[in-house]
């Protein structure tokens, strides 16, 4: 049995903004969980939702590992800017690192459930986002939904990702005819702690019994726990789009088919983020316009660090015609890969 409080692993918590913020009413709270590598990330998408929705207030909450003095100077040049509140939740990892990751998805996934535990005590609902995750529209529809007996407002995943998902989870889902996609979650935290669901979560991952089968660890979890129990939302509230495509679009244009004027969140998914230095395409133009926003905008846009970011930045720069950054990027990746 599982007897450990995921409360114990906030070691810290730094308001940043008007405190009295909190005194109001109508606040409208959304959350993200993140590592050192997607705090950039998390900055621009909060601009992001500010600058969409100026009639709105807002408290963000991000639960992350230690911050650098300069991230945290940005985040309060936001917060005064733009009249917001952010909150900080400085997360010990430990516990966290024994739950399942992969190379693509760290242990900070798992965020998410400790802000789904700890902000019930100060709203009845949050909307938590990933951390590619960028707004082009307004929130209301979240902000206003009834939920009734249901435990969240989620989207449907890409078609193809949800075909095979169902397929592989089998009887597990209650639902057969959904898989939705947990980078977009509006969460009802009343029924959420009524049912136990944190408890739920940790201990399906901890368990043996679903190794075979998980393949998206947090995503695969919620979706079995939550079935029948949510929501549906149209595309448009979480916009699947992956850079990657821009390498078979010699016409850079086909991304207007998936964003749209009617888009609100946008979903970079997969290893190339609209913050990374070589994906410079107008499919990013959602995070340029926060991206000009935010504190970072004279700021370099992040270069690749890793092999895989590598290998996808001399594929991009090729694609885009600059050959000659493209063969250094080539050869960093190929003395990377050696290495």
């Known amino acids: 049995m599982l007897n450990y409080s995921l409360r114990d692993s906030i070691k810290k918590?730094?308001?940043?903004?008007?405190?009295?913020?909190?005194?109001?009413?109508?606040?409208?709270?959304?959350?993200?969980?993140?590592?050192?590598?997607?705090?950039?990330?998390?900055?621009?998408?909060?601009?992001?939702?500010?600058?969409?929705?100026?009639?709105?207030?807002?408290?963000?909450?991000?639960?992350t590992e230690a911050c650098s003095d300069e991230y945290l100077s940005n985040l309060d040049e936001i917060a005064r800017k733009y009249s917001t509140l952010i909150v900080i939740y400085d997360v010990d990892a430990a516990f966290f690192t024994t739950l399942p990751s992969t190379k693509a998805w760290s242990h900070a996934m798992y965020y998410r459930l400790l802000a789904y535990e700890y902000l019930d005590s100060q709203t009845d609902r949050v909307l938590y986002l990933d951390a590619d995750v960028i707004c082009?529209?307004?929130?209301?529809?979240?902000?206003?939904?009834?939920?009734?007996?249901?435990?969240?407002?989620v989207v449907d995943d890409l078609p193809g990702t949800k075909a095979r998902s169902i397929e592989r989870l089998g009887s597990l889902l209650a639902d057969r005819e959904h898989y939705?996609?947990?980078?977009?979650?509006?969460?009802?935290?009343?029924?959420?702690?009524?049912?136990?669901?944190?408890?739920?979560?940790?201990?399906?991952?901890?368990?043996?019994?679903?190794?075979?089968?998980?393949?998206?660890?947090?995503?695969?979890?919620?979706?079995?726990?939550?079935?029948?129990?949510?929501?549906?939302?149209?595309?448009?509230?979480?916009?699947?789009?992956?850079?990657?495509?821009?390498?078979?679009?010699?016409?850079?244009?086909?991304?207007?088919?998936?964003?749209?004027?009617?888009?609100v969140l946008v979903h970079y998914t997969g290893i190339t983020k609209p913050w990374h230095a070589w994906a410079d395409y107008r499919s990013r133009d959602v995070f340029n316009n926060a991206w000009q926003a935010s504190p970072w905008r004279d700021s370099p846009l992040q270069a690749a660090k890793s092999r895989v970011e590598m290998q996808k930045a001399y594929k991009h720069q090729f694609t885009q015609g600059h050959y000659l950054s493209g063969i250094m990027a080539l050869i960093r990746y190929k003395i990377k890969k050696i290495l």
């Open 136 to 153: 082009a529209g307004n929130l209301s529809a979240f902000a206003e939904v009834d939920f009734g007996e249901s435990i969240a407002v």
């Open 13 to 63: 918590t730094t308001v940043l903004g008007d405190r009295t913020l909190q005194q109001q009413d109508n606040l409208f709270h959304i959350t993200y969980g993140t590592d050192a590598n997607y705090q950039l990330g998390v900055g621009i998408s909060i601009v992001s939702v500010l600058i969409n929705n100026a009639d709105r207030r807002f408290v963000f909450h991000i639960f």
């Open 180 to 263: 939705f996609n947990s980078g977009v979650m509006c969460v009802n935290l009343k029924e959420w702690h009524a049912q136990k669901l944190t408890h739920s979560a940790l201990e399906m991952l901890l368990s043996s019994d679903y190794g075979a089968v998980i393949k998206y660890p947090d995503q695969d979890v919620l979706n079995v726990l939550l079935s029948r129990k949510l929501i549906y939302f149209p595309r448009r509230f979480n916009t699947v789009f992956t850079l990657k495509s821009e390498l078979k679009d010699k016409t850079h244009q086909k991304y207007l088919s998936v964003i749209t004027d009617d888009t």
